[in-house]
């Protein structure tokens, strides 16, 4: 047997008529069939061809001479030569695609799931596997150690065509006529129309032949599936439109992906999806925003909803870049902010906010708008000084444009004075709009908005601790959501009457709704929403004795508010998170989740939580002997307690100074606080959890009996009620829950013992 070079080569080439080059090959067989190989036939010359066609005119019997011709797909065949027998080499099974790459890859020390991954992007093409493996080499994905490679890349590492595969393919894709084509379904990504792509490759100039798709090589590269516009062409392996991919600079890249969503969107689909892979082809290009729009009307899925956030942002981006009209950037803005506010991204896009703002200020209905957006969002940061001057600026406006809006904008102002703190005001301003809004022969009549009012004035008595008063008009407001199925707002009704029910002591109830609310929420509330209902089962089982239940409960309701909620809403849950892990006795992570929700609220405003935050940090310090630090810590809560006329927050703090006092015994310090507590005490009418006012009360007045001090009223009256309270709050728990209420919260049980020990009866209402 010999090969197509070397000294056998010159005797054939050198025989000058047909006879005699015959004689020659029979005196080079001699006797045996002489086999030439031509190998890389693509490659071969003029002078070649000629060889091989003197051969196949030779007079010789098989037995003789054999001729085996290997060449790439597309090679250009004698026509002689077509006639003999073809075998077509495929590219490898599956399986003998992995045992290949565990040969090639032997010693490299390759992570399996990269090897994996290489080997199924490469198709079943050894050459296209051993050339991504060399190439890791030039990408410093192989180091190299004392003469030896081995794999020293992240594991997401993928499969690169190299410079010699790529040029392998344009060279074979020259050869089929369809090299445009080609490139733009790899350009594309993704499945399209053989008729797209032949219309795409015609208008660059470089039109495919007829049937170009099925036939070599390109048939072997491509597959046929189905798409929303009919069947489609797409790369049976990554690798190859990869390579493809790699011929096309950025600019030229876009271009043809912009006219193949041209042609895409000329030929429409009724599909939702099919348009949103036109504009994702046309994306920053002429006419992609008016696809996008269309896009926009038709989005339901929340995944389908980022990524339109993130399209519109871009669509903004490049319309900024190369100078675009004003008109459109605000169609583009006024699609974004709804867009933005239903998937909790408004605070991501501050900016565009105020650049709506500013582009609108001539269109009163849309800056009315823009206006109650950035108000919400001030208030959900914490600013609420801002917040309020962008709602009494949208009053302003609709009073002069639109009347209509003004009782909307009412209820939201009296919701960020409630918010803020300023209670008799919201409660103010809110019975109005609900006299006006409730009328129905009064020009703004509105059930809807009237349970809205109601809820917020519920909100408003409940801070008020008219208790009664609040649970009847969130009732009313639930109800008034429920007949008009007005979702997710039923799940923030269901939220205001359980914490109603549990400022009231009735935690069983609290308990039932709050669930409701879990189970509303997750199917009809926006997202993080269900986070409200989390934290106030938690702080019915931290009430109920029962802090290890409540603990995942805070993490889920602190993950979901970190995500989807404002600083405030964030800040507020870690505090319950703290005084969960404080009930724990788990100091250390007690006090990092207070100091990061302080440090969140130190940030806003006259923020009503920090006297809370300040208090639980005293706490944390007194539970670890820490007494000047707690001192200091209960001194700053009552402080803003005080300036902000939360009289019940501030007998609360002051109730822990009076134990901190006691812990040092200092009888003057205490003598002083229960003075300033009883007088206080009094003009309380009901304080949610005020059994535990009541009994510190009690303990402070004994002490001082104890130490001759002549206390300013009768210990008992306080333990008396305290034991009343606390008993009232069993009266419809379970027996488990009870039992775990009254002995498994230390104050509980020392009410109890100091009830016991006095011999006082059980209350009547018991």
Known sequence: EHALDGPAVAPLQEAADTDSFAARVDQLSQG?????????????????????????????????????????????????????????????TSDEAFLHAARVCEGLEMPQDVMDRFTTSAGGNPFCFEEG???????????????????????????????????????????????????????????LPREALTTVAE?????????????????????????????????????????????????????????????LGSHASSDADARWIGYELMAGAPGATEVLLQCLKESSSTERREALFAAVCHELAELRRGGGSESEEVRLLWALLPLARKIGRLRDIRSELDRARVLCEDIPEKLLAISTLLAELDLDDGRPREAERSLRRALEIAIASDPKRKPLLGVQLGRLLQREGRLEEARQLLDRLLEEIDNPSGAHHNPGLAATCRFYLGNTALGQRRFRDALELHRAAL????????????GASLCAVAATHRALGEYRQGLELFE??????LHHGREGEVSFALAGLASIRSRLGQPTLATPLLREAVDLRAAHEGTVGEAVVRLALAENHLDLEQFGQAQEEARR????????????H????????????????HGESARQHFQRACELHRKQGQDGELARDLSWQLIEAQERRAREDVEVLVRRLTDLRETIVQLDRGELLDFRLYVALDWL????????????????RAYRDLLRKTSDLEQEARSSFLMQVPEHQLIVTAATRHQLSLPDDV
């Open 32 to 92: 045996t069939p002489l086999c030439l190989v031509f190998d890389d036939l693509q490659r071969a010359s003029a002078e070649d061809h000629d060889l091989l066609a003197a051969l196949l005119r030779l007079p010789v019997a098989p037995e003789q001479l054999q001729l085996v011709l290997i060449g790439r797909t597309g090679t250009r065949w004698q026509e002689r030569a077509a006639q003999l027998l073809t075998v077509n080499v495929p590219d490898l």
């Open 133 to 191: 493996i060399l190439e890791l080499i030039h990408r410093r994905a192989l180091r190299r150690v004392y003469g030896s490679f081995f794999f020293g890349a992240p594991n997401d590492i993928d499969l690169t065509p190299s410079p010699r595969f790529v040029g392998h393919l344009l060279a074979e894709g020259r050869r089929s006529g369809a090299t445009y084509a080609l490139v733009a379904l790899a350009a594309a990504g993704r499945a």
């Open 203 to 263: 208008e660059l100039e470089d039109p495919p032949p007829a049937s170009w798709s099925t036939r070599p090589p390109a048939s072997e590269w491509l597959t046929e599936c189905d798409s929303p516009w009919g069947p489609a062409l797409d790369f049976r392996a990554a690798s190859v439109r990869n390579a493809f991919d790699a011929l096309l600079v950025a600019a030229s890249r876009r271009l043809v992906r912009a006219r193949l969503g041209a042609w």
């Open 479 to 490: 109800q008034e959501r429920q007949r008009r199925a007005l979702n997710p707002a039923i």
């Open 516 to 521: 409701a609310a879990r189970e509303h929420l």
């Open 597 to 608: 929700a302080h440090f969140r609220l130190s940030l806003i405003d006259q923020s009503p």
């Open 610 to 625: 920090l006297g809370r935050a300040e208090r639980l940090l005293g706490r944390i310090d007194l539970k670890q002997h």
């Open 705 to 720: 009996a104890e130490r001759g001090s002549e206390p300013p009223a009768p210990p008992l009256q306080y333990l008396r």
